[in-house]
Nanobody, 123 residues
Framework: QVQLVESGGGLVQAGGSLRLSCAPS????????MGWVRQAPGKEREFVAAISRTGTTYYAASVKSRFTISRDNAKNAVYLQMNGLKPDDTAVYYCAARESYYTSSASNWYPYWGQGTQVTVSS
């Protein structure tokens, strides 16, 4: 069982930046694929980015070149650096995890989820 705690959300103006952090519990963090998924009001959950346990990264087309996912296995942490934020990026952002060599852009592939952190981008 993995417990995930996100932090770093907040209110930012369009064009600004935020860095989200996710701190998974457990001693085997390095064996987990990690992802970020967001959900805007009235919309379905949307894949944002993922990183494999070897560091390979994947991004949704809507955030590629603006967002960067990274992990620090020594600190048991995964990050989402978000630059050039747009009002359309406003959502609750969730950290997700699965013990696997592979990753996926399918939100329901991840069995473990955090509680989410709100990101609001004003125009």
């Amino acid at each position: 069982q993995v417990q995930l705690v996100e932090s770093g959300g907040g209110l930012v103006q369009a064009g600004g930046s935020l860095r989200l952090s996710c701190a998974p519990s457990g001693r085997t963090f390095s064996s987990y694929a990690m992802g970020w998924v967001r959900q805007a009001p009235g919309k379905e959950r949307e894949f944002v980015a993922a990183i494999s346990r070897t560091g390979t990264t994947y991004y949704a087309a809507s955030v590629k070149s603006r967002f960067t996912i990274s992990r620090d296995n020594a600190k048991n942490a995964v990050y989402l650096q978000m630059n050039g934020l747009k009002p359309d990026d406003t959502a609750v952002y969730y950290c997700a995890a699965r013990e696997s060599y592979y990753t996926s852009s399918a939100s329901n592939w991840y069995p473990y989820w955090g509680q989410g952190t709100q990101v609001t981008v004003s125009s």
